[in-house]
């Protein structure tokens, strides 16, 4: 009977792990727990680049997450426009995700001051971009050869915003909010040819694989998914969605752990038995 | 974190900063020539077996026992053959689906492959149907076996459809995966098939180790691709790149020594 | 033109982007750099237009489903297609801003985000079971990896830091430094592997990228 057990604890039904899982991670939302959320060097890092911009300084946010990403990335770079904005900082957003346009118009819904700022003077958004890294290489040295326009069809030296900007040495900062190896790109283009300092906004799946670039001083600052995004929202003093999260993350994780060590008693217990 | 001032200064000849960069690529191109030249003029390069390309006719006859089919996808890839980091993935995994379908042209045995990949269509069919015309089969080649769907969220509920319906009986993941990587993987071992990956996607290695039987990581998918088609080019520019990492090695040995001097010498040499 | 004469154009004019763009990063002549601009502007419009190729594809193979009446599938592709079509008739009706259009940002803003997030969502609890299914302590390695991943999970949720402060310290060397080396190994290695493809592409002998793909058996 009691080895029995131990097979079962080794052997649960991965339906039973995904219904518990799916409770546990309501339970927050109805009932928050409110956890502090400590704050990183990387994301630290990331917030005082984006406090080291002067007014009228030209900054880029690329977006190279879809809507599937908005849970990680979006508080982050909700967080960042509202530093950039506070910093008067001139915004230029562009995309190579086709569905880019979607994320930007969350970021203006979600960024109360984006009511105060003027559109083609203080922000712009140029929209969709092809090519992948030679998009990027092309947009280092001539952005007008990329866009002649901004996503509604004005024409770019219509925009007082882009007046002298053409390349990457007219750009304080560049974040990259992606959710695969978009941010090398920029690396590669702009940080190493041009020293352009660049920031990754990405989902947790990246935050490891990046860190060898944060760690050599070849990115300023890191945001890890959610966490970063909360401990943003923190430091910008204005808790959001990725605060809220981190209630269901700490379930979730739990869990998690919870399963593995379950998992773990059964194998040993059975383990000499074999 | 203020902007690197002075840089791309143009020297005489070369762009100040990188002048060790263009030393470091041209050893490394007359490296790879060298290599290559007597790779084809018969000298034998040997690439170890991969534990995961050994596998790969035990999944076909796991397959052709069970009379279920095989699944083969070469990943999200972002949906395009000329990304630099995803499209050499893509192609090495459609070079090893070439391998893989001719044994399953072999016992019988049918291959269904699905991508979101739209210029990789051409490609895949013909390395399918060539592969077919090589076993004397080509009457069995169906090209509706080369699934496509747009994008990445429908390429994966496709793949979970199909696993749930048709069960295979073995699952070859090659090439650039992104986050459908965990899901298609544990898909596939709640349906009980074998399963068999390769990529050089960092962020997905640990989940395909997780949840596949057999994993190529990172220079691997690479080289298995180039093992298995024996092309002199490949196999004497592998050589190459693993004299390469030697080098490398070294300097980093030598720099780690040099460290505990306090000089940056070999730092300033790096950066010239 | 025969086929082989074909392909050597192919490979002529691919060695000659491709030593333009490595002589336009290292020596920085003005002539060279106008012409490698030139070239990465065409491949951008080139690119831009392998979205009309994907969508040339998706209605081909998707169309030919539902021409055969393909069992199982022929109704899922032919749903494909209305919406393609609808979301591009929509678009165009408004070309300088769809967005203005109440049907075509109804049906980005509830199904499409919402489906999309939702697929993502699944990944969180196909990691849970394959994370319960995987971590074994079946030996010393399986087990420093297991121990490791539980402190990087407690470093990243913020109950890490309630249950003991040193936990995100611990989790954090793991991440922070632990991991670094292994990644920069990837990091040269997947360099290497690029430099390799590129130099094979530079001189025409990378099969795969003509369209030569084939294995051995």
New interface residues.
Partial sequence: MSQSIWNKLQM?D?RI??WI??IILMIPFIRP?G????I???TK?LY??LR?VKEGEAVVINISS??????ECLPSLVASVKVLNQQKAKIIFWTSF??G??TY?AIINKVPTMKDRVYGTDYVYLGY???????V??LA??IR??FTSD???TPIDQLPIMKNINKA?DIK?VLSSD???VC?YYIRQWRV?????VAEIGI??????Y??HY?AGIL?GLS?GS?GGAELEKLVGELGDATTT?DA??S??????A??IL??LG??ATRGQK | MDKKKGKGKKMAIIISGRVTAFIFLVTCLVLFYIFMYMAKRGWKVSIRTFPAVAAIPEAIGRAAEMGKPIYYSTGYAMETLSNPDQGPQTLAGISILGYVTKLAARSGVKIYYYTCIPDSLPLVEETMRNAYLEEGKPEDFDPDVIRFLSGQSPYLTATLGFMQRERPAANIFMGGFYYEAVVMGEAGNTIGAMQISGTANTHQMPFFIATCDYAMISEELYAASAAIAQNPDILGTIKGEDIMKLVILALIGIGFIISFTGTTFLIDLLRM | MSEVLRKEVVYLITAIVALTMIVDYFFGIQQITDAASMIRTWAVVISAMALALGTVNLMRSHGNIVRKRVPGRWFYSGVLIFFFVLTTLLGLLNINDPSSNPIYKWLFDYPYTSLGQTLYAITGFYIASAAYRAFRARNIDAALLLIAGIFVLLKNAPIGEVIWSQLPVIGGWFNDIGQVPAMRTFLITAAFGLLTYGFRTLIGRERGFYGEVGGGA
């Avoid at chain 1, 040819?193 to 300092?197: L, S």
């Avoid at chain 1, 947790?204 to 694989?209: H, Q």
Wanted: contains cysteine; charged residues 15%; glycine residues 8%.
């Fill in positions: 649960i991965r792990i995904y899982l799916f727990l956890l502090p959320v400590s990183t060097d990387q890092d005082n680049g080291s879809g809507v599937s990403a908005w849970a086709v569905d346009q979607l118009e971009y092809a090519g992948a890294e030679t998009g290489a092309q040295k001539d050869s990329v996503y509604k069809g040495e900062i959710t695969g190896d090398d040819p041009f020293g352009t300092p947790a799946m990246n935050y490891s694989a860190q060898p760690k300023f890890n966490r981190m993350i700490n979730s994780h739990l869990l998690v752990i399963c593995i998992a773990n194998y040993l």
